[in-house]
């Protein structure tokens, strides 16, 4: 994954999700999608589909929820011009600025995640013409 917006050629600016604002992942919860839920479940209707013939219904379906546990979700986030991935890397949670009204430079992330910038060690400075997508202040440290 190319860690840069390939449209913009802007990076994307990666942050410790344990970092940010208190109230941050309320807000992920209740206005994010979960990406990997919404994507098991699609293989699974796939699956019995070609099993069965025919899509399930709801009953069959709630059996796929009373089942499905993902420990790592990834999630997506899209507000007010901002546009996140929250995902994990080595079980510490990372959110993925994608897009955003606010840029700034940054340093660059570790090899771990080669080419996007470093929202954790970075000034507080907005640059509107800034290489890397920002969060907000509101949502940061």
Known sequence: MPNY???TGI????????????????????HGVD????AALAEW?????ALHGCEPDDEFEQIFWDEYECDEPER???????????????GAPLVWVLESN?????????????GAGDLDHYSLEYDPDGDTYALPLALGR
Do not use: H, M, Q
């Not at 109230?23 to 992920?28: L, P, Y």
């Open 5 to 7: 917006n390939p449209t």
């Open 11 to 30: 990076r994307y600016g990666v942050a410790s999700a344990n970092g940010l604002a208190e109230w941050f992942w309320d807000e992920i919860y209740a």
């Open 35 to 38: 990406e990997s839920a919404a």
């Open 45 to 49: 209707r796939a699956e019995f589909k």
């Open 76 to 90: 997506s986030y899209n507000r007010d011009g901002l546009r996140l991935l929250v995902g994990w890397l080595g």
């Open 102 to 114: 606010v840029r700034c430079y940054t340093g660059d992330c570790s090899p771990c995640v080669p």
